[in-house]
């Protein structure tokens, strides 16, 4: 099985910071991958595909990028409504995988 | 606008079964690839199973190959999840996410979740 590895864990940031999560894959899975924010309570929204494809009604400031191995998300200015946990998922191979997740905290 | 609905979890003892079933609509269901995806109080998520969106291609996590059984009604717009031999580690929510591709199957992504379905085992 495909794993992927978060980083960080665990990150606070302020309303309007720049933030980046990467995800890591144990092996290239391509551009198969998929970012999904969850809410405490919530279900796990989509918020990117295939690596950097935005999902519909997703705002502007989340961006994926990557390939192969390495990817990233980045959130260009946090807004209060961004404090979340942030999952990678692999879709290159089955069983589709996902990381441990990135909790994402007011500073 | 798309809706997906999960029910059956309950408190079940070791070694029981359970039957999940999720009700699809907002979207034409035999179009799409379907998901189970899990997780556990306090955990992450892991996806434990797919079907094609005409039932003919099922694949598992290893953790429940033998156990669980994905099955789906077109006919009925639902989604199932059979759960034989249940272990304190299946205890979970379980959400039901319909996948991204039209027709397709691979390569994708669930795009839209239920609310899940809180299955616990425990004696």
């Known amino acids: 099985d495909i794993q992927m590895t978060q980083s960080p864990s665990s990150v606070s940031a302020s309303v309007g910071d720049r933030v980046t999560i990467t995800c890591r894959a144990s092996?290239?899975?391509?551009?198969?991958l998929a970012w999904y924010q969850q809410k405490p309570g919530k279900a796990p929204k989509l918020l990117i595909y295939v690596a950097s494809s935005l999902q519909s009604g997703v705002p502007s400031r989340f961006s994926g990028s990557g390939s192969g191995t390495d990817f990233t998300l980045t959130i260009s200015s946090l807004q209060p409504e961004d404090f979340a946990t942030y999952y990678c998922q692999q879709a290159s191979s089955f069983p589709y995988t996902f990381g441990q997740g990135t909790n994402l905290e007011i500073k | 606008e798309v809706q997906l609905v999960e029910s059956g979890g309950v408190v079940v003892q070791p070694g029981g079964s359970l039957r999940l079933s999720c009700a699809a609509s907002g979207f034409t269901f035999d179009d799409y690839t379907m998901h189970w995806v899990r997780q556990a109080p306090g955990k992450g998520l892991e996806w434990v199973s797919l079907i094609s969106w005409d039932g003919t291609i099922t694949y598992y996590v290893d953790s429940v190959k033998g156990r669980f059984t994905i099955s789906r009604d077109n006919s009925k717009d639902s989604l199932y999840l059979q759960m034989n031999s249940l272990t304190t580690e299946d205890t979970a929510l379980y959400y039901c996410?319909?996948?991204?591709?039209?027709?397709?199957?691979?390569?994708?992504?669930?795009?839209?979740w239920g609310q899940g379905t809180l299955v616990t085992v425990s004696s």
């Open positions: 092996q290239g899975i391509g551009s198969w």
């Open positions: 996410a319909k996948d991204n591709r039209h027709r397709g199957f691979g390569s994708s992504a669930p795009d839209y």
